[in-house]
């Protein structure tokens, strides 16, 4: 299986990369996983919501631009379905299963991701009400994808 996450902005903090490797270490047992960064769009701290949306739309862009035709592609998003680990395992373990495995996740820029982008999405992934930073977001995902693998490999990683 190949998993990509494509995620806007550069990741600055050592731990978070620390903690990333480790994951993608880990995971390389199960499957190649790729980590896409695009960059984000420089604007002012205070936008209108026209800005606003077109900020989205230019990391839109960018984000699509690293999405194959083929891939399933699962976009974090607040207002996207949320799932206990063991329901993402079975999804994971399903679309490898039914052909599909070529599986990108989007993380977006601060202000969300563009109509554009959770269009070209299959499933809409939601962590949850909670904010986070992005560079959190991206370890809180990979450590799932992991334990997703875990459990459909019988690990008792998962308790």
């Known amino acids: 299986m190949n998993i990509k996450i494509v995620c806007v902005g550069k990741l600055k903090e050592k731990y978070f990369k620390d903690g990333i490797a480790e994951y993608q270490k880990r995971l390389s047992r199960f499957a190649k ?40 592609v699962y976009v974090l998003a607040i207002k996207g379905k949320e799932r206990a680990s063991e ?12 052909g599909h495995s070529d599986i990108t996740f989007v ?3 601060s202000l969300g991701t563009s109509d554009a982008v959770n269009k070209r999405a299959n499933d809409l992934f939601s962590f949850g009400k909670l904010t ?28």
């Open 33 to 72: 996983v790729e980590i896409v960064q695009v960059p984000d769009e420089k604007a002012p701290e205070s936008l209108s919501p026209a800005q606003m949306e077109e900020v989205k739309k230019r990391e839109g862009e960018r984000i699509l631009s690293k999405i194959k035709d083929k891939e399933y």
């Open 107 to 109: 993380i977006g820029g």
């Open 87 to 98: 329901e993402f395992a079975k999804e994971l373990k399903n679309l490898g299963t039914y």
């Open 132 to 159: 986070m930073p992005h560079q959190l977001m991206r370890l809180v995902l990979i450590e799932q994808i992991y334990r997703a693998f875990m459990i459909n490999s019988g690990s008792p990683y998962h308790k």
